[in-house]
């Protein structure tokens, strides 16, 4: 069974601190993951596909990296708008098309 | 709308009683997921469709739970003698590849 999680639960971090989350996933052949950003009352908002191990992604002050265990999303000088949760995702061979979620790291940005 | 429409965005309802979901994908993306999260839990697959194949059922928890979609486009979830356990937020999603799915702001369903 595909297995997703995500450190820490919480992080604030004052505007322009640098930071990273963390993803662990265990799966039965990667064929992707993915990073998502979710606004309260909003639905997730795509951010990131990696592929393979030490592929990397980057946008805005953004980055996200993939080892064969885990993925970090790297925040750079982070602004208050960067407040939200980041959600972690998988998607084996396993299953069909279904993505497994981890239970998101809820990131606060403190001007 | 260019995003995924979904409705209500919040229903209140009884133990007992059925409920639908509605989820309007956007205009030519092919798939279409659903998606439910409970609080203080990940985001758990529901069921998929793709194109005219027959839908992917495996996530649906118990057969209270149905959906269906329509023309290749609407999708109605269906969960019926809703139980308390069944509230949480539940989230459609649609997609042209299996990289980006873009979801809708749910509907957050309570039962009393």
């Known amino acids: 069974e595909d297995q997703v999680t995500q450190s820490p639960e919480a992080l604030r971090l004052q505007e322009g601190e640098s930071s990273s989350l963390n993803c662990s996933y265990t799966v039965s052949g990667l064929r992707g993951l993915f990073w998502y950003r979710q606004d309260p009352g909003k639905g997730p908002e795509f951010l990131f596909t990696?592929?393979?191990a030490g592929e990397e992604k980057e946008k805005e002050r953004l980055k996200a990296t993939l080892t064969k265990k885990e993925s970090f999303l790297h925040i750079t000088a982070p602004k208050p708008e960067d407040s939200a949760t980041y959600l972690c995702a998988v998607h084996s061979g396993a299953g069909s098309y279904q993505l497994t979620f981890g239970k998101g790291t809820k990131l606060s940005v403190i001007p | 709308g260019a995003g995924v429409s979904q409705s209500p965005s919040n229903k209140v309802t009884e133990k007992g009683k059925d409920v639908e979901l509605r989820c309007d994908p956007i205009s030519g993306h092919t798939a279409l997921y659903w998606y439910r999260q409970s609080l203080g839990q990940g985001l758990e697959f529901l069921i998929y469709?793709?194109?005219?194949?027959?839908?992917?059922k495996s996530g649906l928890p118990s057969d209270r739970f149905s959906a269906e979609r329509t023309g290749g486009s609407v999708s109605t979830l269906t969960i019926q003698r809703t139980q308390q356990e069944d509230s949480a937020v539940y989230l459609c999603?649609?997609?042209?590849?299996?990289?980006?799915?873009?979801f809708g702001e749910g509907s957050r369903l309570t039962v009393l």
């Open positions: 469709f793709q194109g005219n194949s027959a839908p992917d």
């Open positions: 990696l592929y393979s």
């Open positions: 999603a649609s997609s042209l590849t299996r990289s980006e799915l873009f």
